[in-house]
């Protein structure tokens, strides 16, 4: 009796949760959209490149991020890390609020992958002054102007992909030192 009564308990729970997840279309949504608003000729969809902006709607609210077109390159500076000396990727990036909320990037959004197609090591402790990541919640329409910190372990391709499940957004571009 008790595990009928459960059992009943989660379909009904699953029932609400997937009503929630409907807009007033009754279309389900999908928190990791984005929109193009630059560049017609990234292909396939959800695929940017450096100069593109689009608009994600992350863990943390809606936003507008626009990449600069130039890359440049630092280095870890930590004697007590394991990759003290490393070279790093050094994106800009505009960041606006464009949602109804106070909101921001997630650092838990964000996912690199290096040249050799494998995740790399997060940088973005060593340049909390300026790291994206670690930027402040802005007010709706506000604006903020920084930079994305990604290991570099090779030229080749580079790929960021935004959010955590789904169709996530990705920045996609060559790297030559």
Known sequence: MKKSLLALLALAFCFVLVACDEDETGTSSNAGTTEKASS?????????????????DGSSGLVELTFGTTITFTTVDNSFSDIDGEYVIVIPVTMT?????????????????????????????????????????????????????????????????????????????????
């Open 40 to 56: 017609e000729d990234a292909t396939p969809e959800g695929v940017y490149g450096l100069g593109d902006t689009f608009q994600f």
């Open 97 to 177: 609020n464009v949602g109804e909320e106070t909101g921001g990037l997630n650092m838990f959004d964000i996912t690199a992958f290096g040249s050799s197609g494998t995740s790399l090591e997060s940088v973005d402790a060593f340049f909390m002054d300026d790291d994206i990541r670690w930027g402040n919640d802005l007010r709706p329409g506000a604006t903020l102007d920084s930079y994305l910190h990604i290991l570099y372990d090779g030229d080749g391709e580079y790929v960021i992909e935004f959010g955590l499940f789904g169709d996530t957004p990705e920045l996609v571009f060559d790297v030559q030192r």
